[in-house]
């Protein structure tokens, strides 16, 4: 059973979202503010935060950003806040997906499911993977059976879907992927222009494998294109 970690200041939404949970078989833990959040994910295996931003005190960007220090898990941020920039903030702390107040439970569901799948086998059964349990490029060594990830020899921190996005690429060396591509493969959701999710996640990754990310030697942009790794 997996367990969901739901954060949001309005116990009515918590309870409204953990009947939805519960029937679909997950374990639901509750917080109603970001210090006990950190606290239920110090103590307790969670597999997945849904995480509201506007709460009182540490607000759920903080709280995101405290959970990346650690944790890979997946993170759902929700947010009455639908303007693109706040999706791109939210995103830029490491939330893996971003849901605009009100929701309906059906996409909350279909999402949870989506984010927890990612997480435990991270495309494992995806026909761009090859056959082979290591992938090296550039000082890069991907373990695709235990999904850690190194730097010449250092252990990175990513999320899943920052995991997802750098295996796609490195498992296709030298090939183009468009902004559409990788958000379609990774998502599995279609495109809409001026979508900047792919942009955000990318930059994200490159802060944890470039020395420099605005002068990226790894994951390298073509311009009009897309972004690709070399061999």
């Not at 935060?49 to 903080?62: A, C, F, K, S």
């Not at 997906?97 to 991270?122: C, G, H, N, W």
């Not at 000082?139 to 920052?162: A, Q």
Request: net charge negative; hydrophobic share 40%.
């Amino acid at each position: 059973m997996f367990n969901v970690l739901i954060v949001d200041d309005e116990v009515e939404i918590i309870e409204l979202m953990e009947v939805y949970l519960l029937n679909d078989g997950y374990n639901v833990f509750k917080a109603i503010n970001g210090v006990d959040a950190i606290n239920i994910i110090n103590t307790e295996k969670i597999h997945l935060v849904i995480l509201d931003i506007m709460m009182p005190g540490i607000n759920g960007l903080q709280v995101c950003m405290k959970i990346r220090k650690d944790y890979n898990i997946p993170i759902i941020m929700v947010s009455a806040k639908g303007q693109e920039m706040d999706k791109i903030q939210g995103l830029s702390t490491g939330a893996d997906d971003y849901m605009v107040k009100p929701f309906s439970t059906i996409e909350l569901l279909a999402r949870v499911k989506a984010q927890i799948r990612r997480y435990v086998y991270l495309n494992q059964n995806n026909s761009l993977i090859d056959n082979e349990d290591i992938i090296e490029v550039k000082g890069i060594s991907i373990n695709k059976r235990n999904h850690k990830v190194h730097l010449f020899g250092t252990e990175l921190k990513l999320t899943p879907t920052e995991y997802d996005i750098l295996l796609l690429l490195a498992s296709n060396k030298g090939k183009v992927f468009s902004a559409e591509d990788i958000f379609k493969e990774i998502w599995k959701e279609k495109y809409f222009e001026g979508n900047n999710t792919v942009m955000v996640h990318i930059w994200r990754l490159r802060e944890k494998l470039e020395d420099n990310p605005k002068e990226p030697k790894i994951v390298e942009t073509v311009w009009g294109v897309g972004y690709k790794i070399e061999e």
